[in-house]
C-alpha cells in the first residue's frame, strides 16, 4: 500500500509540475502577443484602433464599382485568363516537384524503411528546415537573386511543398505493413526494388491524395506570391488594385476568376481523393479476404 500511495503521490506532483509548466508557457506566449500588438499598433502610421472602423471601405467601394460595371467583368476575366494559367502552371509544376522530393525523403527518413538508418534524424530535420521556411521569404530571396517571374515562385512553393508532403509521406510510411519488403529481401532484391514493389503499392494512394490536396494549397500560394512580383494572377491583382478607384471592376474580375478556379479544383481534387480512398479500402477488404 506504500508503494502505490508513493507512486499515486509521485504522478500527481508531476501531474502538477507539468500544468504549472504549461501555465507558465501560455503566459509567456500571451505577453509576447500583447507586447507584440502593442509594438505593431504604436509603429502603425495610422494606428489600428483608429482605423478599425474603416476596415470595410475597401471591400465596399470594390463592390460598388464592380456592381455599376458589370457588364465589363465577363471580358476583364477573359483577359485575365493568361494569368490564370500561368498561375496554375506555377501551382503544377511545384507540386510535381515538391511530391518527387518528399517521396525521396519520406523514404530517407523512415524508420525501417531508410538505407542509411542512423541519417534518419538529418534527413528528419532537413524537412523541418524546408517546412518551416514559408514560400514568401523563399521567394523573395530568389526574386533578388534571379529576377521576377514565375522560375521563382515554382522554387519556392516546390521547396516548401518537399517539407510538406515529406511528413505527410514519411508517416503513411511508417504505416505500411513490411512483409512484403522482408519477403522481397529474403530472395536477394535491393533496397529500390524492396521499395518499389514492397512500399509503393501501398502508398500511392494516400501519397496521392495528399499530393492533390497540396495542389489547391499550391494554387493559393502562387496567387498570393504574384504580389511580390513572382507572375501570374497575382501580380495582375496587384496592378487592378494599385490603379485604385475606375479599375476596382478588373479587381472583382480576378477575384471571381480565383475564387471560381479555387472552387472548382478543390470540388475536383475531392471527388478523385474520395474515389482513391474507397478503391483503397476495396482493396485492403479483397486481400482480408
Known sequence: ?????????????QLSRRRSYGALLWGIFALLMISGFRLANERNAGGFWQGLPQV????????????????????LMAKALPALVE?????????????????????????GLAPWPRLVP???????VSRAIPELVIALVLIFVLGGGPVPAAIAIAFHTTG??????????ENASLKPVEGLQSVGAGWLQRVWFGVVPQVAPNWASYAMLRFEINIRASA????????GIGYELRNAISWGQGR????????????????FFDQLTSMAR???????????????I
Open 274 to 288: 474520395a474515389r482513391l480512398v474507397r478503391g483503397q479500402e476495396r482493396g485492403e477488404a479483397g486481400g482480408r
Open 224 to 231: 498570393i506570391l504574384g504580389f511580390v512580383g513572382a507572375g
Open 56 to 75: 470595410f471601405d475597401f471591400p465596399a467601394e470594390l463592390v460598388a464599382e464592380a456592381v455599376q460595371k458589370a457588364a465589363n467583368l465577363p471580358g
Open 87 to 111: 498561375t496554375l502552371n506555377i501551382a503544377a509544376v511545384s507540386t510535381l516537384l515538391g511530391a518527387a522530393g518528399g517521396a525521396i525523403m519520406a523514404l530517407l527518413s523512415t524508420r
Open 122 to 128: 538529418v534527413f528528419r530535420r532537413l524537412l523541418d
Open 248 to 263: 476596382y471592376d478588373a479587381a472583382a474580375a480576378i477575384f471571381l476568376l480565383l475564387f471560381a478556379t479555387i472552387v
Open 1 to 13: 500500500m506504500t508503494d502505490a500511495s508513493d507512486i499515486a503521490a509521485n504522478y500527481r506532483a
Open 164 to 173: 510538406a508532403l515529406g511528413k505527410l509521406f514519411s508517416e503513411v510510411a
